[in-house]
């Protein structure tokens, strides 16, 4: 990847917070002219900087209030295996982010349900199987920093 300048960093700040922002918009916060910062915000695509726009749904709409990180501990396997219970569990429209980790735990969920009872049912339906030795869960109570500001 081409290396980015400080008003290519700026930019991609900025629009991981809104990516719906105008070139006026990005102009008035970044110091180029509307023009500039929609030339760059191509460029930033077309290299890769930014991979994909999604839209962040509130919860409140979905119906999916309760938020979870779930550990699996997969069960030593093959690795197709492995991989086809990843593609199954993100083919699950609670499973919204699915992390590969070190440490205790083989993967990282996040799990949106609309009920700690939603959430019993879907992890008997989901994770016992022969691919998953265990599971540990963590409610989450409060989120302070939503992920889109704060690029990984």
């Known amino acids: 990847m081409e290396p980015l300048d400080a008003f290519d960093h ?4 900025l629009l991981s917070r809104d990516s719906r922002q105008t070139g006026r918009q990005l102009s008035d916060q970044v110091g180029l002219s509307p023009a500039a910062c929609l ?3 191509q460029r930033l695509r077309q290299i890769g900087a930014i991979e994909r726009e ?11 209030s309760v938020t979870l990180l779930v550990m699996l501990h997969l069960a030593r396997g093959q690795p ?11 083919a699950l429209p609670q499973v919204t982010r699915i992390y590969h980790v070190t ?8 799990v949106q349900c609309a009920s700690m009872e939603a959430y019993a049912a879907f992890s008997e339906a989901h994770f016992y ?5 265990g599971f ?6 409060r989120t ?8 990984d």
């Not at 700026?10 to 700040?13: K, M, S, W």
């Not at 999604?54 to 999916?64: E, F, H, M």
């Not at 302070?144 to 690029?151: G, K, T, Y």
């Open 144 to 151: 302070f920093e939503s992920e889109a500001d704060s690029p």
């Open 80 to 90: 197709d295996r492995i991989d086809r219970l990843r593609r199954d569990l993100l």
């Open 54 to 64: 999604v839209a962040i749904l509130s919860p409140a709409v979905t119906g999916q």
């Open 103 to 110: 440490g205790n735990a083989d993967f990282v969920l996040t």
């Open 39 to 41: 030339r760059r915000v």
């Open 129 to 133: 199987s022969d691919d998953i030795k």
């Open 136 to 141: 540990d869960t963590t409610v989450v109570l």
């Open 10 to 13: 700026r930019l991609l700040q």
